[in-house]
């Protein structure tokens, strides 16, 4: 079916063809009275309205009147673990008391305290469970995530995570681009023996994984405690020879490696990068990685530092801002809330922000040439928010401002109909 979003304050993104860095790192292409047009799940018109409605179908279909407000692509949100069971409100109340995320990661918290109960889950609760974070998701605005298994640990367990991420893509609600993150952490049946089990994941699972194509990533966690660079470049290498791009969790709690080594095997994005120093990022640009950066999780664990925006900004990396929603460091999923806390406490420009979440963030899932943008041929994706100055996104923090999200043309969430 067709649909129209006309009298909308449209901001497109449309610019180079490549992950926006410099000068184009802020541009939101704003167009004051912008229409677009959608027909078989991708733009047919977008820009000003005037133009737009001289298209032929512009009259065809079902028209939303967005009064004013703004309308963008769906926030595409690069860095996500949402196949875990249960929240973790020990680790929470611990870190309330003054513990930090490795104190309770020793003391049996962490990412390990996630796996009992997911082994413990059945495929299909776990979709029901993916399905209802999915529908969060959707009513904040994000259309695609980038999704990770993690919390299994074991051969069945991460194969499950990721059928079930298959699942939930397959509903076509929300976009899903499943990740293998095998090398999460290591889990008590191989403890000591870290290079043993990183390499069981590279012969036993990851085979499987890519013969019933149920990823399109690899990611590792390298970092002091979990997985080591050598270990992590082992199955990364791995991970490419069976076909998949390549993530890497970097530079977040202490300076391990990552960087330098997502820029060498020249990954998809480097994240987190805490502790990047100016050598990783003249890497990772000259790699032509993506910087995905997660601030939501500095902001939960209580942390008094963020990821180095201004930094990697100013050394010309493009930069992707994501959720890292997962029951650990990061329960949100709001990629408002992230734009909130990019501003105020990394320091980055409304522009820069609404850009690293959308086309930034689509280039950082694989999904550049497609998505991201508001122009003829990519998908339409696109939200209409309640304000009418773009800034607005990344100041009412705490609230959600999305009205309508369509996702591939159709209307897959909307909280009433607009007045105008
Ligand atoms: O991105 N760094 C590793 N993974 C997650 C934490 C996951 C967890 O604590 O459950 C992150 O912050
Ligand atoms: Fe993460």
Redesign the pocket.
């Known amino acids: 079916m067709k649909q129209l979003v006309t009298n909308a304050t449209l901001l497109t993104f449309a610019g180079p063809d490549e992950p926006r860095a410099g000068a184009a790192a802020s541009n939101v292409g704003l167009i004051r009275q912008g229409a677009v047009l959608m027909d078989e799940g991708v733009i047919v018109a977008a820009g000003p309205a005037d133009k737009v409605l001289a298209h032929p179908d512009s009259r065809k279909g079902r028209v939303h009147d967005a009064g004013g407000r703004v309308v963008m692509p769906g926030f595409v949100d690069a ?1 996500t ?1 949402p196949a ?1 069971a249960e929240p ?1 409100l020990r680790d929470f109340e611990l870190r309330a008391q003054g513990k930090t ?1 490795q104190e309770i990661a020793a003391a049996g918290g ?2 390990i305290s ?1 796996v009992s109960a997911l082994r413990g889950t059945t495929e299909r609760d776990l979709t029901v469970l993916l399905q209802e974070r999915a529908a969060r998701f959707i009513e904040c605005g994000t259309t695609t995530i980038e999704a990770k298994s ?2 299994g640990l074991d051969k069945d367990s991460e194969l499950k995570s990721l059928r079930a991420l298959k699942h939930l893509g397959a509903g076509g609600m929300l976009g899903v681009v499943p990740t293998f993150l095998g090398p ?1 952490a290591v889990p008590p049946e191989y403890q000591g023996r870290t290079g043993e089990y990183a390499r069981f994941m590279a012969r036993e699972v990851l085979p499987v994984v890519a013969e019933e194509k149920l990823a399109l990533y690899a990611d590792v ?1 390298c ?1 002091r405690g979990y997985f080591g660079a050598a270990e992590c470049t082992d199955f990364l290498q791995a991970a490419r020879a069976a076909g998949l791009g390549l993530r890497v ?1 970097a530079e ?1 709690l202490t300076h391990s490696g990552g960087a330098k080594l997502a820029a060498r095997l020249k990954a998809c994005t480097a ?2 990068l805490d502790h990047a120093d100016d050598d990783d990022l003249g890497a990772l640009k000259a790699a032509g990685t993506v910087a995905c950066l ?1 601030p939501g ?1 500095n902001h939960f664990l209580g942390l008094g530092s963020m990821p180095p925006a201004r930094r990697i900004l100013d050394a010309g990396v493009p930069v992707a801002l994501a959720t ?1 929603f ?5 329960p949100c999923w709001n990629m408002q809330e992230i734009l909130a806390i990019a501003v105020t406490r990394m320091k980055m420009s409304p522009e820069e922000a609404l850009v690293s979440a959308t086309v930034n963030g689509a280039w950082a899932a694989g999904l550049g040439k497609t998505h991201g943008v508001l122009a003829v041929g990519q998908a339409a994706d696109l939200v209409i928010y309640d304000c009418e100055d773009y800034r607005e996104l990344c100041y009412w923090f705490g609230k959600n401002l999305a009205v309508t999200v369509f996702k591939a043309g159709k209307v897959v969430h909307s909280t009433a109909e607009l007045r105008v």
């Open positions: 860095h673990h875990f973790r995320y962490g990412i996630s993690g919390y999460h966690f970092e969790h977040q994240d987190h997660v999780s890292d997962n029951p650990g460091t990061c």
